[in-house]
């Protein structure tokens, strides 16, 4: 659960963080840990468990490296799954492509696949530790003070409890998801796309196999992706559009799920069996977030408030463990000698986090168009691009370096060229 506050709420901290997410928790445990009083602003009075996977990539997993928090994930043996090959597959035709991250050239050639709330739980234990950090949960923010019409902010009023609170700090910063109070507050100019199709997700039994692997199977307008989250449980996703979740929620009939995911990947036959209603699955829809400015002066963005990106590129929770290692490295020096973070230095952290999060962006629509499509045409060019990846080695470990987010590097034009034309 979220750590309960251990003290009454503060009047001043030196920074306040609105979000008790991944870049939250992340940018807390970074910050207390160099003795920082950090205040965590959490809405959810208690956590809540989600039917979903995580993919942490090798970004991710180098960042929890230097935080020190990487073996206490690991040695949760049973509560995640190393997964380190990828097969695509053509639903009702066959294989397409594989990505091996043993391939890649890095310290952690893997990714390690769990359910969301065994990393928030790492993080949590983190913060617990560190007397410099408090965790309010059930804390809403409401307004910040500026001085001036467009001065710093100085303050973050919020309401716990029932009452009006306002805590004096030299920075806020804004973890609080894609709907960011925050941005809003500040008027930053977010805006939210959102994608025609979003997730249909749950938890099987593990059903055997699946030794390192997770499969993606992909057909006309449809998506499976199948992937073990711990040695007892498997994850799966199956692409809907919000209308035909509404439909086949108000027709009450869940038997059809069962059928469509033995009929794609028959080993599921008996696992499927645990699938009776509709209250161990929950529908995702998929958005985007663009933001023209990450930062005003005492406050900043970071995670999902800033740049959340399409599912397909696995990297927002990646991402937000870069934003908080990137920013706590900007604004330490300030908050060490106790005044305010300088505007140069956030712009500094936007500078080097955004270049990154819009190419993850640019290319999560890329695959958006083509994955998801069911046009004959695009279907083609999908399926000849990936058999285009199986042949030629360094053009996958490219792809698999992007999505890894360790390669930034937009796809050329002579690349583009190859896979179009299948050579």
């Not at 449809?222 to 711990?230: A, C, K, R, T």
């Not at 060019?381 to 987010?405: C, E, K, M, W, Y």
Request: aromatic share 6%.
């Amino acid at each position: 659960m979220h750590a309960p506050s251990r003290s009454p709420l503060p009047t001043r901290t030196q920074v306040a963080v609105a979000g008790g997410g991944t870049a939250g928790m992340a940018l807390a445990v970074l910050l207390g840990r160099a003795g920082i009083r950090v205040c965590v602003l959490e809405k959810q009075p208690r956590p809540t468990a989600a039917p979903r996977g995580e993919i942490l990539q090798p970004n991710g997993l180098a960042v929890l490296a230097r935080m020190g928090l990487l073996d206490a994930l690991t040695q949760l043996i049973h509560a995640h799954a190393e997964v380190r090959r990828y097969h695509f597959r053509r639903i009702g035709g066959g294989p397409l492509c594989s990505f091996d991250y043993r391939e890649l050239d890095h310290p952690h050639p893997t990714t390690l696949v769990l359910l969301p709330e065994v990393l928030d739980q790492v993080l949590r234990e983190a913060a617990a530790a560190l007397p410099t950090v408090q965790v309010v949960a059930g804390a809403r923010v409401t307004g910040l003070l500026r001085e001036g019409n467009h001065g710093r902010v100085t303050e973050i009023r919020l309401r716990h409890a029932g009452t009006e609170h306002a805590i004096e700090t030299l920075l806020v910063a804004g973890a609080d998801g894609a709907r960011s109070r925050v941005r809003r507050v500040l008027n930053l100019g977010g805006r939210v796309t959102a994608y025609p199709e979003g997730y249909l997700t749950g938890l099987l039994p593990h059903p055997g196999g699946f030794a390192g692997e997770g499969f993606y199977y992909l057909g006309r307008g449809e998506i499976l992706g199948l992937f073990p989250v711990s040695p007892q449980q498997l994850y799966f996703f199956y692409l809907l559009t919000p209308e035909r979740h509404r439909r086949l929620r108000e027709a009450g009939d869940i038997a059809w799920l069962g059928r469509r995911l033995r009929e794609i990947h028959p080993p599921l036959a008996a696992a499927t069996e645990s699938i009776r209603d509709w209250s161990g699955l929950r529908f995702f829809p998929c958005a985007r977030v663009t933001t023209p400015r990450w930062h005003a002066p005492g406050a900043v963005l970071l995670g999902d408030a800033a740049h959340s990106v399409n599912p397909h590129v696995a990297q927002g929770r990646n991402l937000a463990l870069v934003d908080a290692e990137v920013l706590a490295q900007q604004v330490l020096p300030d908050l060490l000698a106790g005044r305010p973070p300088a505007t140069a230095r956030l712009a500094a952290f936007e500078r080097g986090a955004r270049p990154g999060a819009e190419q993850l962006q640019r290319l999560g629509d890329e695959l958006v168009l083509f994955w998801n499509a069911s046009h004959p045409l695009l279907t083609l060019l999908r399926d000849r691009s990936f058999r285009t990846f199986a042949r030629h080695p360094p053009l996958r470990n490219r792809v698999t370096a992007r999505i890894a987010g360790l390669d930034p590097s937009p796809v050329g034009p002579w690349e583009r060229l190859r896979l179009a034309i299948g050579w």
